[in-house]
């Protein structure tokens, strides 16, 4: 699961808490990021973290945003 714009957002924190798995957080920010990643503590390791464009980074094959759909 990717958190596209995820930044400093507590998104991430309640899907782990939730038992999610495989989760990375995208974000032009990287000071966002590393708010997250501080708050995370030693769970911040279970993350892959990106700081980049969603217009010009890698993603994997199959990705969903509910907000911004971009063509492939």
């Given at each position: 699961?990717i958190?596209?714009?995820g930044?400093a957002?507590?998104l991430?924190?309640?899907?782990?808490?939730?038992g999610?798995?495989?989760m990375?957080v995208l974000?032009?920010?990287?000071?966002?990021?590393d708010?997250?990643?501080?708050r995370?503590?030693d769970?911040a390791?279970?993350?892959h973290?990106i700081?980049?464009?969603i217009t010009?980074?890698a993603?994997?094959?199959?990705?969903?945003?509910?907000?911004v759909?971009?063509?492939?």
């Open positions: 699961m958190d596209v714009g930044g957002s507590s991430v924190n309640d899907l782990l808490a939730s999610y798995r495989n990375t974000d032009l920010s990287l000071a966002a990021l708010v997250a990643r501080k995370l503590g769970d390791e279970r993350v973290w700081e980049g464009d010009t980074v993603l994997p094959d199959v990705w969903h945003d509910c907000a759909s971009f063509p492939r």
